[in-house]
């Protein structure tokens, strides 16, 4: 597979950029579009920046265009600063823009869930992540590939101290042999096995993988 065109929904973030990054340096990718509320301080003869408001997605449809759309957008309620707000990033401009792929002619689609997504679950964050994944398997693309890590080990500049707490607890029980499926993974290592997998002949049409997949 050569001369691949991906583009990158939530580039800025902790695994969009690690996607970013890889993208750029593989020679089976010739063109990478970013879609971004700001632009970032990066340049490269294979990037594309748009710089977009993504209450108004509709006007930029046309430039929704490409072999693969990758989705690692998503953000906290502190970040965001009420549920409602959260909600638009997490689902309705992921969902809104997977949309505009599919019916563009995008033909793979690569998302950034959780584990523990369900559209039934009584709480929020996995209810919208399990939404999500629900609402995207129902449009046409042709491949569809979900991953569920566990919590994410980010870049250390990235990272608040209730994660690094979280991760360090984890750890601990992990090393007593509990919550493995729960083993903290890296950003890098998502990241890198997203790109081993959208270059994948081998992929079916549509898989969800966990932290043993991802490993």
Partial sequence: ??????????????????????????DAYSKVSIFVRSKPNIQHNKLM??????????????????????SALGTTRKEAGSLK?????????????AQMASDNGVTHYSLVSSTGANEKSFF???KVKGSLEESV????????????????????????????????FLKGLNKIGLLKSQKPLSVSLLAKKMIIESKSEKSVQLKTYQLKDIL
């Fill in 1 to 26: 597979m050569k001369n691949l065109h991906a583009m990158v929904l939530g580039a800025t973030g902790a695994t969009g950029q690690e996607i970013v990054s890889l993208l750029l340096k593989d």
């Fill in 49 to 70: 920046v748009h710089e977009v408001d993504f209450s108004k997605l509709n006007n930029y449809k046309d430039l929704i265009n490409g072999d693969i759309l990758f």
């Fill in 85 to 97: 707000q959260q909600y638009l990033v997490d689902y309705t401009y992921q969902y809104e823009f």
């Fill in 124 to 126: 929020f964050y996995p």
């Fill in 137 to 168: 398997k129902k449009l046409k693309f042709k491949k569809i590939q979900i991953f569920q890590p566990p919590m994410l080990i980010r870049q250390a500049e990235l990272m608040r101290k209730p994660e690094k707490n979280g991760i360090k």
